[in-house]
């Protein structure tokens, strides 16, 4: 994941994210973020994303942190880490659908 925070530190913390949610992280929790899907891919080390794909789902999760809250995000991708068969760093749509669940 340090493509997706590379990428996301190049691009200004993901600026699209402002037209495309009705709330925006905090820089206090756009660093958390960034530090729990840090923590999150060291447990995927062959794992490797492409610029647009890191680009895009660093955007996703962060919607998912501004729509759920990044506590709550935090609990589902670290659920993650012990869900059996779960072998591939999580889609941000997995985390939406657990995320839902959860509400």
């Known amino acids: 994941m340090q493509q997706v925070r590379e ?7 993901s ?3 402002e037209a495309r949610s009705e709330r925006r992280l905090s ?9 729990l899907l840090d923590q999150i891919a060291a447990h995927y080390p062959h794992q ?6 890191g680009e ?3 955007e996703a999760f962060e919607m998912l942190a501004a729509k759920y ?3 709550r995000l935090r609990a589902v991708l670290t ?9 591939f760093f999580p889609h941000p749509a997995e985390a939406a659908e657990d995320l839902e669940v959860m509400m």
Do not use: H, M, Y
């Open 27 to 35: 820089d206090g929790e756009s660093q958390e973020l960034t530090v």
């Open 56 to 58: 895009i789902w660093r």
């Open 15 to 17: 600026n699209k994210l």
């Open 48 to 53: 490797t994303f492409g610029e647009e794909t």
């Open 69 to 71: 809250g990044t506590q």
């Open 7 to 13: 990428i996301a530190l190049r691009n200004g913390e």
């Open 79 to 87: 659920a993650c880490l012990i869900k059996p068969g779960q072998r």
